[in-house]
């Protein structure tokens, strides 16, 4: 398909142990965490700065030879996977924390910093960087499939917070997009075309981000209903009642059922909300907590638990983050596909009990970021029994073109990778045709993640 | 320069009443509310529909005629400016809210509708569009400057409320971007693309946007500094404090003269800081306010004024939304410019500093969004004086040349229109050609809005 690199002339471009075909590591670079189909890579590389990413893109562009962008290889859909092989730009060592510049509520980092270090890092100074995509992603990773998570309904998604970006394009050249002002209506905003592109227009080397405070306080909820519909509902007032959630998670009945059997918890087997403000007064957090528990009482809350500070809040909150690792090891011999679909808040009721019915026959758990419409359904199955994931597939296609009659989005934050390829068209129509005539005009030959977005 | 159009051929796509060459049409449509020299179209008109839009686009570009969107005329630089001449296609007459979603917290909008309109409907269902220009803006024309105001601090700019778009491209076809969700991973995102472009790439006929909550309680605090310094240093210390302001407003001690002169007020000559809060809990308010004042009183401040509730945050507000129209009529023989630097927070102060000292020898007024790193200088003087606006236009480039120095941008919310282009390729560097040829590769024939971004 593509020439196999010339080891011995990117090694005029990086040192020798920065250059790499050896089986493991190809093997290592040819998956994400998904299920999907791996691919072998011709070449991992790992550069140290821009500069050399622009150098490797030279010499891949002068091969015709693809290009993929790798930050931590956390994704679920495939996005990094070289489907065409050639190189692999492994960004792990791009992994500098160049400056915190706490006055200016800004960092700037190299792309291969995860966040979770980053958000040690600026905890020091009282900072954050609020998108959370729970795995342990790159700052690249994250620009590159504008990754968002538990907060976002407070905070926003990744491209919420990119100020500046360092770009490698197709062909080689570096540019520099964005400002470091807080607000600016000057240009084209090319930084927000980006993000979100999953390597395909760009390679982010290096990122300016917004930060904000650290929340002072917190408060927490954890209640039950009899139906999703009123889990729903609670939402949806809550929202409305000018209180200004941190998040609002959604876990279906056998979700807890699995947490319990995991973790030896006696949890209410109901839907469930996991809700997190934050807040200054304490006497001010207790005010909301009330008139929240007020708001769920109201829309048949069968059991509220809840409490005011961080430890009340890791205490309520903690299942949620065990949720995956609790449905994974509950089905040892199983792989998961995580549907990942978002719809406008007032369908998202609906979306649950049609995604519930839909996998009736399959192994799967619903959760998902009712604050933000998003619904994870999370199903356990095995990819190498061809009739058996047929019916997975299946379910995923109509769960998506449910979500796109609501007028929802076939991915909320997992991007589309290599998954979400077929619903392009039918989410964008006409659109999809500009996006394709993009793409073609800034990469012609297709070598910047081929495969990713438009079907090879 | 361009053929004069048909007004028979037009007719046909609208109803004679819809299309106008008449010479006060033609002259209310030269120029918007800054100095910039007026240029006449050949013809307005008036659509009903995306539609139209797109036939009266088609028809220009068979015609090579120059087509610029039209909201209400409110820019500041010269952003809606046929300047060679063409159609202007008037919005006014598309601006009917479509629909309110408040359990989807959304509006589905024509271009045309004001957006302070739009707000008086929306309260009705306790629902706010956030940004604010202040002046009476049209959605079109905020999306096409990434129109912003008062409240950003707290809420952003248009493009964080822009969820799908429909726009009209150069040619006549009609692309849908966007959608429902409230978040998203997929595809390229154009809406954010042209969200900003001031019709250059595409012309808005329709928008979704995002809403939030009513705020439910106010808090606000008017605070007075020796310097300006301790003011800049207060707003940073709030910010970093764990409080979430609404609004940080800058004045300068020279505007509160004129404010006192023009309103007969006794406010102290001195830099002002103008803060609004919003929360739930009246007590948690009050113990914010507290805390606020400690950090004021730490940094200096010689008086504070606040209160909690609505009426007090008008009574304390009032003067901001003066500002604009006191100056204008203390000095009712002048034209306005006012310049529109953002730099990061850290640079404010010695940006003020530094702005002041450039327009000492003109009459000047200094005001802005602090929290955004925002300033406006105010410069009244008289255009048609080339000697003295020669003064002015260079006191322009020296404070702008000095906001990019501080790696900020020539413009925060007003955008680049006419005013601003010489300074792009400072600010963009090597990205200012990717987007010479992005708008080269959409508009071939620069028909849309030229001589904006780009110099003809």
Same mark, same amino acid.
């Given at each position: 398909?593509?020439?196999?690199?010339?080891?011995?002339?990117?090694?005029?471009?990086?040192?020798?142990?920065?250059?790499?075909?050896?089986?493991?590591?190809?093997?290592?670079?040819? $998956?994400?965490?998904?299920?999907?189909?791996?691919?072998?890579?011709?070449?991992?590389?790992?550069?140290?700065?821009?500069?050399?990413?622009?150098?490797?893109?030279?010499?891949? #562009?002068?091969?015709?030879?693809?290009?993929?962008?790798?930050?931590?290889?956390?994704?679920?859909?495939?996005?990094?996977?070289?489907?065409?092989?050639?190189?692999?730009?492994?960004?792990?060592? /791009? +992994?500098?924390? &160049?400056?915190?510049?706490?006055?200016?509520?800004?960092?700037?980092?190299?792309?291969?910093?995860?966040?979770?270090?980053?958000?040690?890092?600026?905890?020091?100074?009282?900072?954050?960087?609020?998108?959370?995509?729970?795995? @342990?992603?790159?700052?690249?990773?994250?620009?590159?499939?504008?990754?968002?998570?538990?907060?976002?309904?407070?905070?926003?998604?990744?491209?919420?917070?990119?100020?500046?970006?360092?770009?490698?394009?197709?062909?080689?050249?570096?540019?520099? =997009?964005?400002?470091?002002?807080?607000?600016?209506?000057?240009?084209?905003?090319? @930084?927000?075309?980006?993000?979100?592109?999953?390597?395909?227009?760009? &390679?982010?080397?290096?990122?300016?981000?917004?930060?904000?405070?650290?929340?002072?306080?917190?408060?927490?909820?954890?209640?039950?209903?009899?139906?999703? #519909?009123?889990?729903?509902?609670?939402?949806?007032?809550?929202?409305?009642?000018?209180?200004?959630?941190?998040?609002?998670?959604?876990?279906?009945?056998?979700?807890?059922?699995?947490?319990?059997?995991?973790?030896?918890?006696?949890?209410?087997? %109901?839907?469930?909300?996991?809700?997190?403000?934050?807040?200054?007064?304490?006497?001010?957090?207790? !005010?909301? /907590?009330? #008139?929240?528990? !007020?708001?769920?009482?109201?829309?048949?809350?069968?059991?509220?638990?809840?409490?005011?500070?961080?430890?009340?809040?890791?205490?309520?909150?903690?299942?949620? $983050?065990?949720?995956?690792?609790?449905?994974?090891?509950?089905?040892?011999? =199983?792989?998961?596909?995580?549907?990942?679909?978002?719809?406008?808040?007032?369908?998202?009721? *609906?979306?649950?009990?049609?995604?519930? *019915?839909?996998?009736?026959?399959?192994?799967?758990?619903?959760?998902?970021?009712?604050?933000?419409?998003? &619904?994870?359904? $999370?199903?356990?199955? +095995?990819?190498?029994?061809?009739?058996?994931?047929?019916?997975?597939?299946?379910?995923?296609?109509? &769960?998506?073109?449910?979500?796109?009659?609501? !007028?929802?989005?076939?991915?909320?934050?997992?991007?589309?990778?290599?998954?979400? %390829?077929?619903? /392009?068209?039918?989410?964008?129509? *006409?659109?999809?045709?500009?996006?394709?005539?993009?793409?073609?005009?800034?990469?012609?030959?297709?070598?910047? +993640?081929?495969?990713? #977005?438009?079907?090879?």
């Amino acid at each position: 398909m593509t020439k196999k690199p010339n080891l011995r002339e990117l090694k005029t471009i990086l040192d020798e142990r920065r250059v790499s075909a050896g089986p493991s590591v190809l093997e290592l670079h040819s $998956h994400d965490e998904s299920f999907h189909a791996p691919a072998l890579p011709d070449v991992v590389v790992w550069p140290y700065t821009t500069q050399e990413v622009s150098r490797l893109v030279r010499y891949a #562009f002068k091969h015709k030879m693809p290009v993929t962008a790798w930050g931590a290889g956390t994704s679920l859909e495939g996005n990094p996977i070289p489907v065409k092989g050639g190189m692999v730009i492994d960004f792990t060592q /791009m +992994n500098r924390i &160049i400056a915190v510049r706490p006055e200016d509520f800004q960092v700037d980092v190299q792309a291969g910093v995860i966040y979770k270090d980053l958000n040690k890092t600026l905890s020091r100074d009282g900072l954050l960087f609020p998108p959370d995509p729970g795995a @342990a992603a790159t700052i690249g990773g994250m620009i590159g499939n504008n990754a968002s998570g538990i907060r976002s309904v407070r905070y926003g998604a990744t491209k919420d917070y990119v100020m500046r970006l360092v770009v490698v394009l197709p062909g080689g050249d570096i540019i520099h =997009l964005g400002n470091r002002a807080r607000k600016s209506a000057s240009g084209y905003n090319l @930084a927000a075309l980006i993000t979100g592109s999953e390597g395909t227009l760009g &390679i982010v080397t290096e990122a300016t981000l917004k930060l904000v405070g650290l929340p002072v306080n917190f408060m927490a909820v954890r209640t039950t209903f009899p139906a999703i #519909f009123q889990a729903t509902q609670a939402v949806y007032s809550i929202m409305r009642s000018g209180l200004t959630p941190a998040a609002m998670e959604f876990l279906d009945a056998n979700v807890v059922h699995v947490l319990n059997a995991d973790r030896g918890l006696t949890l209410e087997e %109901n839907p469930t909300l996991l809700m997190e403000f934050y807040g200054f007064s304490e006497q001010g957090l207790r !005010e909301e /907590m009330q #008139f929240v528990e !007020e708001i769920c009482l109201e829309n048949g809350a069968l059991s509220i638990d809840q409490g005011i500070g961080a430890e009340e809040r890791s205490r309520l909150w903690d299942i949620r $983050h065990q949720t995956y690792e609790s449905i994974k090891r509950h089905h040892p011999e =199983l792989s998961p596909l995580i549907m990942d679909v978002a719809v406008p808040l007032s369908r998202y009721s *609906e979306m649950v009990d049609f995604s519930k *019915e839909t996998v009736r026959a399959l192994t799967a758990y619903l959760f998902g970021h009712a604050g933000d419409g998003n &619904i994870h359904v $999370h199903v356990m199955d +095995n990819p190498h029994d061809p009739k058996r994931w047929a019916k997975v597939e299946e379910a995923t296609r109509l &769960i998506v073109m449910k979500a796109l009659d609501f !007028e929802g989005t076939c991915t909320g934050e997992h991007g589309i990778g290599i998954g979400k %390829n077929r619903f /392009m068209p039918v989410e964008h129509g *006409e659109s999809y045709e500009l996006m394709k005539r993009l793409k073609a005009w800034l990469d012609p030959d297709n070598l910047f +993640n081929p495969g990713k #977005f438009f079907p090879l």
